[in-house]
């Protein structure tokens, strides 16, 4: 439909896809298919970001346990370092983070490219 079946008006592309004459309201069946605005990804289905999540939680958790031997003195006897277990446990969790990190920017990068298709 290139006119407007009521006031004979030349209908533009959004006129068209939306039904609506923009000059009278006039409503008609559309001729263009609707965009469909509303995409639905699901953001589960990256397994880099996954993979690498887990690595920086495994990362804080096995790293915490490390401390505590890191912390626990010459193998002697086992004396309680808590500046020793404060600077490994500070390593590890920063570490774990940073994976953490790159994961939900590989995640929100997969989330830009899926929604530019």
């Not at 639905?40 to 031997?69: P, Q, R, W």
Request: aromatic share 8%.
């Amino acid at each position: 439909m290139e006119t407007c079946p009521n006031c004979k008006a030349k209908l533009n592309i959004d006129e068209k896809s939306s039904g609506k004459c923009f000059s009278c309201g006039t409503s008609f069946e559309s001729s263009l298919p609707k965009k469909n605005n509303r995409i639905s990804y699901s953001s589960a289905d990256n397994t880099t970001a996954k993979a690498i999540k887990i690595c920086g939680i495994i990362i804080i958790f096995l790293g915490t346990i490390l401390s505590f031997f890191v912390s626990g003195g010459d193998g002697q006897k086992y004396q309680f370092s808590l500046l020793q277990f404060l600077a490994s446990e500070a390593i590890c969790v920063i570490s774990g983070l940073v994976f953490i990190g790159i994961s939900e920017i590989i995640q929100l990068l997969e989330d830009i490219k899926n929604k530019m298709k």
